[in-house]
């Protein structure tokens, strides 16, 4: 049972119900995290208004997703893991490479060098050294690689600290982009 309130979006009114409708459009439903940010609407928001333009930065979709898997496995959340892990699959990734993520592992050296980074993001807190830096530079990634891998890192950690908060349940398949969820 979830411990914060899931908002209806059949039910909420003003800017909620605009944004929980934006929601359904875009996803085709209501994730359980879009309900539970809508308690807040500013936060609901944000957070939309990150994730899209977070697609439109320099890293994949399949690379965002990945690094997605492995920040939930590393934050014990199930449930990004899950919705990622399937929002990967319907960009090509195989099963075994988000296996291999949410173990911080992959087949190429660009992927690898990806999470070993977000590792080193998590372990230290953000206070990556030139090491880690070199690491992500040697495998030829810049610097605006760098700023959205600790974007997506940090944007993943709010999704499961939510999860987490509230214990949310797993949501059902959605029809369309599950992105964060």
Known sequence: ??????????TCGGPTRNLLGGVIGRFGGTPNLMR???????TLEGYLAFAEALEKG????RLR??????VGAWNGCGHTVRSH?????????????????????AEDARTRATLDFARA????????????????RA?????????????VTQFTCLAT????????????PLAGNDLHH
Do not use: W, Y
């Open 161 to 172: 600290t939510i999860h987490h908060i509230a214990q949310t349940e797993p949501d059902q």
């Open 85 to 105: 892990t399937e929002q990967a699959l319907k960009f090509g990734v195989s099963p075994e490479a988000a296996e291999m993520a949410r173990q911080g592992d």
């Open 1 to 10: 049972m979830a411990r914060l309130h899931k908002v209806d979006p059949q």
């Open 36 to 42: 539970i940010l809508a308690n807040s609407p500013a």
């Open 65 to 70: 997703e990945l690094l997605c898997i492995f």
């Open 121 to 136: 993001l998590l372990e230290k807190q953000g206070c990556v050294d030139d090491v880690d830096l070199a690491a992500l």
């Open 58 to 61: 320099t890293l994949s979709s």
């Open 139 to 151: 495998a030829g990634l810049g610097d605006a690689d760098v700023v959205e891998i600790a974007a």
